[in-house]
């Protein structure tokens, strides 16, 4: 497999577009059909849908947890995930994988717990985008909403957007370490 590696100059939301367009173009070059996108607010998801064919490809959104920013509130509005789903888009919302309950002591107690050092060691070294990719996917696994026998294509990012696109075989978050990231398709260079 020959593989082109794009680094973008900076971290943010002015890369989807060119994620995006890199993913699919992979994906339709290596006969990869499962695709987990992180979006937030929908917005990521509604230009991944402009771009990816949803029945050609398994897409998978993952949103933020209820609660995420404030008690109660979900960002991504009842209208964009209904016009989603209305196009064969999967739209997943859970606690994170990689934050969960331990959150919740550091928060409390001020306490790193080893979950959330393993996200931010892997925020710190790769790129933010890197531990969302690794995280939805082990999210979206965990649902049965993409196979843990074959790679799939992760995109994820740092803030709002997406600047990171993995290929890896997605494991469970049981387990976790079975997770085998195969390609780099793009990143931040300075996050």
Not at 157 to 163: A, N
Request: charged share 25%.
């Amino acid at each position: 497999m020959k593989l082109e590696v794009t680094l973008f100059e900076k971290a943010g939301m002015q890369n989807t577009e060119e994620t995006l367009k890199i993913a699919k173009k992979f994906a339709e070059e290596n006969n990869i059909r499962d695709i987990v996108i992180a979006s937030s607010t929908g917005e990521t998801a509604i230009k991944a849908l402009q771009i990816f064919d949803s029945n050609k490809f398994n897409i998978v959104v993952v949103t933020h947890s209820y609660g995420f920013v404030k008690p109660g509130y979900q960002e991504m509005p009842d209208e964009t995930r209904k016009k989603l789903t209305d196009k064969g888009i999967k739209v997943f919302t859970a606690g994170h994988a990689l934050a969960g309950a331990e959150r919740a002591f550091r928060k409390s107690l001020n306490m790193w717990l080893p979950v959330e050092l393993i996200a931010r060691f892997l925020r710190s070294t790769v790129c933010d985008g890197f531990k969302v990719c690794i995280e939805i996917s082990a999210m979206a696994a965990d649902a049965g909403l993409i196979p843990v026998d074959k790679d799939v294509i992760a995109i994820g990012g740092t803030g709002k957007g997406s600047d990171t696109a993995v290929l890896l075989r997605p494991a469970y978050s049981s387990d976790l370490l079975d997770t085998k990231v195969r390609a780099i398709l793009c990143k931040p260079r300075d996050f």
